[in-house]
């Protein structure tokens, strides 16, 4: 992908998983990449494999370290980091408000900060790791379901107002994907996501077949299509299949309560 020879790329949350498969992929395509971790160590072992530059910390803080990093200019920031905590409305407010902050606001503060410079450049890139729960939900944790519901809209909204002036965004709406957060989401996971996950670094690939062809929407499970298109013209229908997995969930050991 010879657009991205000498792109200076940012990706949040890439010490492993996704992010990580997301640095490795635009270092392969000839990108200067910063790696971005709350976790230091990890972050600095990625960007060392890469040849990239490692800015550990906080995702909402990280963009002028970055911006000096790659010289002042950032054309692609992958918003990946992402929290995904357990429960319902029952959950603690410091969930609650971790959830919106990680996976909503981080993206509302970058764009806030990169958006004026692209829009005087004529050209930026926004690429959102969202999940397939911000089309449909997840059970177990309305916390991820509603932010990630949240993030998708904020991606559809950036894409709606500055298309027209060069900005590009994608939203990456994957189901299970092999990674940390999939194995912390313990019986539930296994039951909802394992069957079908896939491992990063095709949710990578995906997200590169969708630059090359300037998609919006990044379906590394294409099933989702149809999953997306019957809760919008089936939604009683569909809550019930989805009600239908929330009792089998119910049955599982240690569901007693939920």
Known sequence: METMRGAGVVVTGAGGGIGAALARGFAARGARVVVNDIDADKARAVAAEIDGTAVPGDASKALPAARDAL?????????????????????EEALWAAAWDVNVMAHVRAARELVPGWLERGHGRFVSTISAAGLLTMVGSAPYSVSKHAAYAFAE???ATYRHRGVRVHAICPQGVR????????????LVLAPTAIEPEAVADALFQGIAEERFLILPHPEVADYYAARATAPDRWLESINHLQRKVEQLPGAAGR
């Open 157 to 159: 909204w950036l894409s």
């Open 179 to 190: 990674t940390d957060m999939l194995a912390g989401t313990g019986p539930t996971g296994e």
């Open 71 to 91: 010289g002042g200019d950032v054309d692609v920031f992958c918003a990946n980091a992402g929290v995904a905590p357990v429960g319902g409305p029952e959950a």
